[in-house]
């Protein structure tokens, strides 16, 4: 991982030129009124502070992920197979288009807003087995970036979770060709090894190569000390009512249906 140097104080709470989808219930206003509250206490009562970019050894349980890559990699390549049936990020989760409108960033969810998919899950239990070593496990995919793509700067909608990237398909790029940004770090990932950063800050990334590249990408709770964890944690288990999470959960059961029904109709006629 190649980065910057970076002010690691003050985070923005919106993005410029990025406008959300509109969301008029009056459970969605209330709920985001809160969460706009609860960001401010979770960037006052951060355990490690607040960079852009963590250090990894603030998370020990890290190398656990980076020795379980070999095998991760393995049930990955299988998944890919399958490449052109898996769901693009929007049509999973519909937000994602003020961002995203194309078919070239590809996802394979094994845990969404803790709520897992059991037969995803069953094709990736190696990986599943290594995810456990992360507490506060929120989501878990394989994040597809195909050639060309590039995700314009954009922020998280809560900062009440840190996000990681395992490297698992990196092809070799000249270092401007490759990267995501984190606030005003350039960081480059690298096969087999973690990244863990606060996608709360304004981010992009790219891929302007000819060839794949895949992480796994995780969200989980990001460490907080009374209030902002018990506010964090009632935050967590109220999301899942939100409209946008259950239409998430919705579209993801549906291209699963299909997706599992149809590997069974080929498994059948041969």
Known sequence: MVK???DNTGQSFGTDGIKPMERPSAMTRFFMGIVNWAEKLNFKYAIHGNPPVYDNATFPWSKDIEAAAPAIRKELEKVLERQAELPSFQDISTDV????????WKTFFLLGYGISSEQNIKA?????????????????MFSIFEPGKHLPAHRGPYNGVLRLHL?????????DQLAIRVKDQICHWEEGKVLIFDDAYEHEAWNHTDK??????VDFVKPTRFPAKFVNWILMNMAIFTP????????HKDWEKKFYAEAEALRNRN
């Open 4 to 6: 910057t140097a970076s």
């Open 244 to 251: 946008f999470i259950r239409e998430g959960l919705d579209n």
């Open 167 to 175: 490297g698992m398909i990196v092809p070799e790029a000249e270092p």
């Open 97 to 104: 288009k003020t961002i995203s409108d194309d078919s070239h």
């Open 212 to 217: 794949t590249r895949v992480v796994l990408f």
């Open 124 to 140: 990736c239990p190696e990986t599943w087995k290594a995810m456990q070593k992360i507490p506060g496990l929120k989501t878990i």
